[in-house]
Nanobody, 121 residues
Framework: QVHLAESGGGLVQTGDSLRLSCVVS????????MGWFRQAPGKEREFVAA????????NYADSVKGRFLIFRDNGENAVYLQMHALDPGDTAVYYC??????????????WGQGTQVTVSV
């Protein structure tokens, strides 16, 4: 059973930075594509960023390009989301996801419970 555990969320102010972590247990993530999604109150879950198994290819939502960075440490079985220049529009529950794939997929098989990020004005 693959288990994903996010951490690092919190309450920050506009312009602040925050790093989210996602540690995976039950399976090595070496052959897994990893992603971050978020869901704001009253909105559907949306894609934020993804990284392929090697870490060499990444994708970002237009709304976070240039501000967020996704990276992974396969030795630590973890993926991270470094967020800069946060604004209230980034307020959401952030979810980590994983799927066995050698490319960046459209859908993911495994999900974490989420971590809340709240950005105040």
């Amino acid at each position: 059973q693959v288990h994903l555990a996010e951490s690092g969320g919190g309450l920050v102010q506009t312009g602040d930075s925050l790093r989210l972590s996602c540690v995976v247990s039950g399976r090595t993530i070496q052959n897994y594509a990893m992603g971050w999604f978020r869901q704001a109150p009253g909105k559907e879950r949306e894609f934020v960023a993804a990284i392929d198994w090697s870490g060499r290819k990444t994708n970002y939502a237009d709304s976070v390009k240039g501000r967020f960075l996704i990276f992974r440490d396969n030795g630590e079985n973890a993926v991270y989301l470094q967020m800069h220049a946060l604004d209230p529009g980034d307020t959401a529950v952030y979810y980590c996801s994983a799927t066995f794939s050698n490319t960046i997929p459209d859908e993911y098989d495994y999900w974490g419970q989420g971590t809340q990020v709240t950005v105040s004005v």
